[in-house]
């Protein structure tokens, strides 16, 4: 949409500064993701690997207070530098930052204290009534107009939020995460262009019909670019505007069960035939009623469950040898008192030899988490890290999945994550016209440092883009390092965590986003 002037702002930014990738933790995963961001470590040392971690009743949801390591926030916060964080998902319970932060994605709702400081909160919601940390939507069930506004209401709220804040609040550094493009993208990548022909197609259309749906989808975007362009004003002349994304983005075609392979592979063994959870599923997913919609007072999740319902409930673990808990981990865990590293190897042998009907090669990777991740926190990932051949599959874990199948639009959506994500900068400083090469996202962690006038603590696993940087700036501004904290700096807030009524909500909003089942 850039190309064809649909997106001013963001052709602007391009024009004017850098454009290229940004490599995703692998899987590209939106709570590792962001995890590495924060951290400028990989999943191996922070200790975040999926939105669950495994607990003695199964599996529990993350929260901020399970990173481990310092994080952008307390790096920038020692240095008395003045912060304001918006809509970062993994950032609650709040951190107590120098500044305000304002949590996303894994809070539990606007009645939780989701702000710091804490009387924030009162303040944002009367100056900003309508702010939402989430939209309500599952996958969309009647006309995705409705999804569509409802996106566009939720990031104008938050658009009126960053303004109120930005003219309040004095910052040294200001983020703000538009999360909504991910909904978007989830639900409706079958209608989006991803190329100049079917911009102009959706342009034409957006025209000839007023009301309709492309309309709508080119309105939400033109949103996204207001709000670039607005943060672009507030930090024009003298800093440096950054674009990013977790992950990047494409098409969803195929489902495939991978413990249904390891079924038949003889690895796995189900306690009992899967046919209640299949009924259970199928009537949670007709909802004729639309109760998951209407009943979303934080009464109508009191004394729902608080752990997850995991894969693990359903097996025979005496006569299992390996598993996979998660479709958002994208991992196999091993389950034998024997040798792991020969059972590893038999896995990973069968895997890279797995064909499907038509003879193609079902998984393009398969690593020992050894070869993906390192640090102190290794224990804790999937033994094996395994993605499908063409990132348009993704493994499906559940107990009532089919070895292959196609995901249904109101199950799965039709798009899913890729590891390329988007990578824009410009301001002074920035070398106009240059490119990224192969930046990560543990990389920007030491590259704001080096921006800001902050030494980039050691042990970080990511490194100052300095390609990105004028000549003149890396003249003017060596590099420069320092000792990391011995202990744990990361910021901790003054919430203890989630109670039993706050991950029940938090759970079943990531179900309602397909991002967990059960």
Same mark, same amino acid.
């Given at each position: 949409?850039?190309?064809?002037?649909?997106?001013?702002?963001?052709?602007?930014?391009?024009?004017?500064?850098?454009?290229?990738?940004?490599?995703?933790?692998?899987?590209?995963?939106?709570?590792?993701?962001?995890?590495?961001?924060?951290?400028?470590?990989?999943?191996?040392?922070?200790?975040?690997?999926?939105?669950?971690?495994?607990?003695?009743?199964?599996?529990?949801?993350?929260?901020?207070?399970?990173?481990?390591?310092?994080?952008?926030?307390?790096?920038?916060?020692?240095?008395?530098?003045?912060?304001?964080?918006?809509?970062?998902?993994?950032?609650?319970?709040?951190?107590?930052?120098?500044?305000?932060?304002?949590?996303?994605?894994?809070?539990?709702?606007?009645?939780?204290?989701?702000?710091?400081?804490?009387?924030?909160?009162?303040?944002?919601?009367?100056?900003?009534?309508?702010?939402?940390?989430?939209?309500?939507?599952?996958?969309?069930?009647?006309?995705?107009?409705?999804?569509?506004?409802?996106?566009?209401?939720?990031?104008?709220?938050?658009?009126?939020?960053?303004?109120?804040?930005?003219?309040?609040?004095?910052?040294?550094?200001?983020?703000?995460?538009?999360?909504?493009?991910?909904?978007?993208?989830?639900?409706?990548?079958?209608?989006?262009?991803?190329?100049?022909?079917?911009?102009?197609?959706?342009?034409?259309?957006?025209?000839?019909?007023?009301?309709?749906?492309?309309?709508?989808?080119?309105?939400?975007?033109? =949103?996204?670019?207001?709000? *670039?362009?607005?943060? @672009?004003?507030?930090?024009? #002349? &003298? $800093?440096?505007?950054? !674009?990013? +994304?977790?992950?990047?983005?494409?098409?969803?075609?195929?489902?495939?069960?991978?413990?249904?392979?390891?079924?038949?592979?003889?690895?796995?063994?189900?306690?009992?035939?899967?046919?209640?959870?299949?009924?259970?599923?199928?009537?949670?997913?007709?909802?004729?009623?639309?109760?998951?919609?209407?009943?979303?007072?934080?009464?109508?999740?009191?004394?729902?469950?608080?752990?997850?319902?995991?894969?693990?409930?359903?097996?025979?673990?005496?006569?299992?040898?390996?598993?996979?808990?998660?479709?958002?981990?994208?991992?196999?865990?091993?389950?034998?008192?024997?040798?792991?590293?020969? =059972?590893?190897?038999?896995? *990973?042998?069968?895997? @890279?030899?797995?064909?499907? #009907? &038509? $003879?193609?090669?079902? !998984?393009? +990777?398969?690593?020992?988490?050894?070869?993906?991740?390192?640090?102190?926190?290794?224990?804790?990932?999937?033994?094996?890290?395994?993605?499908?051949?063409?990132?348009?599959?993704?493994?499906?874990?559940?107990?009532?999945?089919?070895?292959?199948?196609?995901?249904?639009?109101?199950?799965?959506?039709?798009?899913?994550?890729?590891?390329?994500?988007?990578?824009?900068?410009?301001?002074?400083?920035?070398?106009?016209?240059?490119?990224?090469?192969?930046?990560?996202?543990?990389?920007?962690?030491?590259?704001?440092?080096?921006?800001?006038?902050?030494?980039?603590?050691?042990?970080?696993?990511?490194?100052?883009?300095?390609? *990105?940087?004028?000549?003149?700036?890396?003249?003017?501004?060596?590099?420069?390092?320092?000792?990391?904290?011995?202990?744990?700096?990361?910021?901790?807030?003054?919430?203890?965590?989630?109670?039993?009524?706050?991950?029940?909500?938090?759970?079943?909003?990531?179900?309602?986003?397909?991002?967990?089942?059960?």
């Amino acid at each position: 949409m850039m190309a064809v002037g649909l997106l001013p702002e963001f052709a602007r930014i391009r024009s004017d500064g850098v454009c290229g990738t940004l490599l995703s933790t692998l899987p590209p995963t939106t709570g590792p993701a962001w995890a590495s961001f924060m951290t400028g470590r990989n999943p191996g040392k922070h200790g975040i690997f999926d939105f669950s971690k495994p607990a003695a009743t199964g599996r529990e949801l993350i929260s901020y207070h399970d990173l481990r390591g310092e994080t952008l926030w307390s790096m920038l916060s020692r240095e008395g530098l003045r912060l304001g964080v918006i809509n970062v998902p993994v950032t609650y319970p709040p951190p107590q930052v120098n500044g305000y932060l304002v949590s996303g994605l894994l809070t539990p709702g606007e009645a939780s204290a989701f702000t710091h400081p804490r009387e924030l909160r009162q303040e944002l919601l009367g100056a900003v009534p309508d702010y939402r940390i989430h939209t309500w939507w599952r996958w969309p069930r009647r006309d995705p107009k409705e999804l569509v506004a409802d996106l566009i209401r939720c990031e104008s709220a938050r658009l009126k939020a960053a303004e109120y804040l930005l003219d309040r609040l004095p910052t040294d550094f200001f983020m703000m995460v538009v999360s909504s493009t991910d909904h978007l993208q989830h639900y409706l990548w079958h209608l989006l262009p991803t190329d100049e022909e079917a911009a102009l197609r959706l342009a034409a259309e957006a025209r000839s019909r007023p009301g309709g749906l492309s309309a709508l989808i080119l309105e939400f975007y033109r =949103l996204v670019d207001h709000v *670039l362009g607005l943060v @672009r004003q507030r930090v024009e #002349p &003298d $800093g440096q505007l950054f !674009v990013i +994304s977790d992950h990047g983005f494409g098409t969803l075609d195929r489902l495939i069960g991978i413990n249904r392979w390891l079924q038949s592979q003889g690895m796995l063994r189900w306690r009992r035939p899967p046919l209640l959870p299949r009924l259970l599923r199928a009537a949670a997913r007709a909802d004729f009623l639309y109760l998951r919609r209407r009943l979303r007072s934080p009464s109508a999740v009191r004394g729902r469950r608080s752990s997850l319902a995991t894969v693990r409930d359903h097996l025979d673990l005496s006569r299992t040898l390996a598993y996979a808990a998660s479709e958002t981990e994208q991992g196999i865990y091993l389950n034998s008192a024997a040798d792991h590293g020969e =059972l590893a190897e038999d896995i *990973l042998a069968r895997l @890279r030899g797995w064909r499907d #009907p &038509d $003879g193609e090669p079902v !998984v393009g +990777s398969a690593l020992r988490k050894e070869d993906v991740y390192h640090g102190e926190h290794l224990a804790a990932a999937p033994d094996i890290i395994c993605l499908a051949h063409g990132e348009s599959s993704v493994f499906d874990p559940r107990p009532t999945a089919r070895l292959f199948q196609r995901p249904g639009r109101r199950d799965k959506g039709t798009g899913t994550h890729r590891r390329e994500g988007i990578l824009l900068a410009c301001g002074p400083g920035i070398a106009s016209g240059a490119q990224s090469q192969g930046a990560r996202i543990y990389d920007l962690v030491p590259t704001f440092l080096h921006l800001l006038g902050v030494p980039v603590p050691d042990g970080l696993d990511g490194r100052i883009l300095t390609e *990105l940087l004028s000549p003149d700036l890396q003249a003017r501004r060596p590099v420069s390092q320092a000792r990391a904290p011995e202990r744990d700096a990361a910021l901790r807030g003054e919430v203890a965590g989630y109670s039993v009524d706050d991950a029940n909500e938090v759970a079943n909003r990531l179900r309602d986003l397909g991002y967990i089942d059960g």
